[in-house]
């Protein structure tokens, strides 16, 4: 007799687990009430006098008050970085850069489960996530940049590699210290200075950095953020002293950007957005490619530039494909970000819930059909259940415009031309998804889809080697890789 019939033991088998809450603790995070701008290796009150608090969105509580850097303010942060390039920052030995980085990248290691509690609590996003993919990959960027610091001359020979002076690097709420780590690592690491401003409604790990920044002993002026909202950002932008910009947030915001620069000699780099297909082809592994589909598009809430938010089905296992990926998605766990359990956690604003909303309402309206699993929603705070379209025309707003949400618009393809022609469909080139057995046609799909990434039986994998931006609206120059560092020097050809 085996051991399972032996049992004596007749209480029910469960049938459904239900998961205890595991919530992280929030101790580790120590926050102040009311936070300055770094400017010169200096907290420094804004001279604007203005702070606003900033908001958990799972709680809506404020977690701290924050300045809202204005002209003068942003003037001094400029005039900071220049006094930084100037004396010492791009003459020291390349060397010492990358001591400076690997500092910081080690640092970040060791404080890592304190910057994933407080990214979780400031964005919105759960702590599985902000643990295993924010933070390790924020200091993988650190580490490799640190590796190309005294190497400038051997990734660019014979071309006499210059750093450009100061930088303005502006940020979206999406994944705060990435980004920052995207913009600021390889800046360092080409010997310039840096001006960041963060979003405003997730400051707090950018503020925390400059913790690190100490810590590392980082010379003065080397690195400063200026927090506040877009008017912050317009006058880094538009700032004499600023020789380099880079921006990663909306297209809109991004054309702006393009209008202030032009015909200034500052150089520009922009990752703008997104609505990338994810490709399914019959002869595709299905139990993967569910799993990449909701990795594509219900990771971090689908506030993800390049989150698969146009699925593509190849007719023939259409039915197949939605069961599953109904199925799939009654399993995901909506909640506290801070509960290691949470799969999907708060939408980071009230404005962006109701840009999600105002955006699925019109996918109803045009006539396409819905469908979110059960699923039950915590009072307070601002959320979005998983959501999946079909019968989706490529007309539809839903197919057309960036939702930036945890929403699919799923629609059909026959043949291989039709599913390039169709993914190539709109106004953006980010990135896109490609599940098939066959290699032959993910090399010819990558060829002809008009995205500066393509994903081949896997989605929303990131390295620091792999440069990653887009085409068309979805804004030009790399981050990175080589390809990122080159934007941040001048050669002298
Ligand atoms: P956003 O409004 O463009 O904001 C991005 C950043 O720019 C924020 O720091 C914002 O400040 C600032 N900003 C606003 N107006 C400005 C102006 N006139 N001049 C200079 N800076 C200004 O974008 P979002 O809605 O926060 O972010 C979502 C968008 O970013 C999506 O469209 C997404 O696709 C895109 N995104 C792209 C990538 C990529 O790598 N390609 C990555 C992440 C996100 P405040 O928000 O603080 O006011
Ligand atoms: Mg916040």
């Known amino acids: ?10 209480s029910p088998v469960p049938s459904a687990f239900d998961y205890a809450p595991a919530p992280e603790s929030r101790d580790i995070v120590a926050l102040e009430d009311r936070y300055g701008l770094f400017i010169g290796g200096e907290w420094v009150e804004p001279k604007s006098g203005e702070y606003q608090p900033t908001i958990s969105p799972a709680t809506e509580e404020t977690l701290a008050e924050v300045a809202y850097g204005g002209s003068e303010d942003v003037g001094l942060a400029v005039e900071s970085a220049r006094e930084a390039f100037d004396n010492g920052w791009s003459d020291i030995a390349p060397s010492e850069r990358a001591k400076y980085l690997y500092r910081i990248a080690r640092i970040l290691q060791e404080r890592s489960r304190e910057f994933a509690v407080l990214e979780s609590l400031d964005g919105g996003k759960p702590i599985r996530e902000s643990r295993d993919v924010d933070l390790p990959l924020s200091a993988a960027h650190f580490f490799y940049y640190a590796g190309w610091a005294d190497k400038l001359e051997y990734a660019f020979p014979n071309r006499k590699p210059q750093p450009l002076g100061v930088a303005g690097q502006i940020i979206p709420w999406n994944f705060p210290l990435l980004m920052l780590s995207w913009k600021i690592a390889p800046a360092l690491a080409a010997g310039n200075t840096v001006v ?12 925390l950095f400059c913790d690190v920044v100490h810590q590392a002993e980082l010379p003065p002026g080397v690195v400063n953020i200026v ?7 317009a006058e880094l932008v538009q700032h004499a ?3 380099k910009v880079a921006f990663t947030g909306s297209t809109e915001v991004g054309k702006e950007i393009q209008r202030t620069v032009a015909g200034t000699d500052k150089k520009l780099t922009l990752e703008l957005g997104g609505k990338a297909a994810n490709i399914i082809f019959d002869d595709a592994p299905l139990d ?7 990795n594509g598009i219900y990771f971090n809430q689908g506030h993800v530039c390049c989150a698969g938010s146009r699925l593509f089905v190849q007719e023939s296992v259409y039915d197949e494909v939605i069961a599953k990926l109904k199925r799939r998605m009654g399993t995901l766990r909506v909640g506290d970000p801070l509960d290691k359990n949470t799969d999907v956690g708060a939408i980071n ?30 009072e307070k705070g601002w959320w979005f259940p998983p959501t999946v379209f079909t019968n989706v025309a490529q007309s539809y707003r839903i197919a057309q415009e960036e939702i930036f949400g945890p929403v699919l618009s799923v629609l059909t393809f026959r043949t291989p031309d039709e599913a390039v022609e169709k993914a190539n469909n709109t106004p953006y080139g980010l990135s896109a998804g490609v ?10 799909l990558a060829q002809r889809l008009r995205a500066g990434v393509i994903w081949a039986n896997t989605y929303n994998r990131f390295d620091p080697a792999s440069p990653f931006g887009g085409y068309k609206e979805s804004g030009f120059g790399r981050e990175g890789g080589l390809h990122g560092l080159a934007p941040y020097l001048e050669f002298d050809e």
């Open 1 to 10: 007799m085996t051991e399972i019939e032996k049992r004596q033991d007749r």
């Open 196 to 207: 960041l401003k963060p979003a405003e409604s997730t400051p707090l790990s950018a503020l």
């Open 349 to 378: 604003s009230r404005e962006q819930l109701e840009r999600i909303q105002e955006l699925v309402a019109s996918g109803a309206e045009e006539g396409a059909e819905i469908y979110q699993p059960p699923c039950r929603l915590p």
């Open 435 to 444: 599940w098939t057995e066959k290699g032959s046609r993910i090399l010819s």
């Open 241 to 243: 002293g600023v020789d």
């Open 227 to 233: 927090t506040g909202d877009g008017r912050a950002g």
């Open 288 to 294: 993967q490619a569910v799993e990449g589909i909701i």
